[in-house]
């Protein structure tokens, strides 16, 4: 079956502009999670849908937000973007939640100027 | 709140030679512990998962990991490495509830094979 998919792969905005970016997760799977990859900070969790409800949320501003369809496909939205906000965005989908395994996706590569 | 800490950002092995990657782990809460690999320009791909059952865990790729408790710490091992097996490897845990704190990672161990 086909994987985890994010649209766009690579992005560049600048600073104060809003960005958005896609992810539509394995068939059948209903918990999407985000993840922000920075050198600087590793791996950090930003925010996972269930069932298009947002269950559990990292320590991240209110810029950082999500929504999940009934389709199970979700979105980020970054607003009022930042130079620190560059990151690669990871979107990882799972059947019933974190403590299952975890499919990822191959991220967004975002680059703010 | 969980965490994970691996120990050296950095490890370098032989080809051929034993690969020992740490983590260890702090919970309240009986954890769910992974070991991720990601390639370059690549996703993050499961290697293997403890989940309270067997507490020598055998993944893909010929990894393994063993749960002790005691020491609060997930080791990940392979016999022989590979020239394939470079690449970072992290490892994270998490607990049934998952929680605000979600799926927590390591900051990654880096592992490069020399030839």
């Known amino acids: 079956k086909a994987g985890v998919t994010q649209t766009p792969r690579y992005l560049i905005k600048t600073r104060g502009q809003q960005v958005t970016l896609s992810c539509s997760p394995i068939s059948g799977h209903r918990s999407v999670s985000w993840y922000q990859q920075t050198p600087g900070q590793g791996l950090q969790f930003l925010f996972e849908y269930f069932s298009e409800t947002q269950r559990n949320k990292g320590n991240f501003p209110g810029r950082f937000s999500g929504r999940q369809f009934s389709n199970s496909r979700s979105e980020m939205n970054v607003s009022t973007l930042e130079l620190g906000d560059s990151a690669l965005y990871l979107c990882a989908s799972s059947f019933s939640g974190q403590h299952n395994e975890q499919f990822f996706g191959p991220g967004t590569r975002l680059t703010v100027l | 709140a969980q965490s994970v800490t691996q120990l050296g950002s950095h490890v370098s092995v032989s080809e051929g030679a034993l690969v020992l990657l740490r983590c260890n782990y702090s919970s309240s809460v009986p954890p769910y512990l992974f070991w991720y690999v990601q390639y370059p320009n690549q996703g993050l791909q499961l290697l293997l998962k403890?989940?309270?059952?067997?507490?020598l865990v055998k993944g893909i790729n010929g990894f393994e990991a063993e749960f002790k408790k005691s020491e609060t710490s997930f080791h990940l091992t392979k016999p022989s490495a590979h020239m394939r097996d470079a690449a970072e490897y992290f490892c994270a845990v998490t607990y049934s509830g998952g929680g605000a704190d979600g799926l927590t990672f390591g900051k990654g161990t880096h592992l490069i094979i020399q030839p």
């Open positions: 403890y989940t309270s059952a067997a507490t």
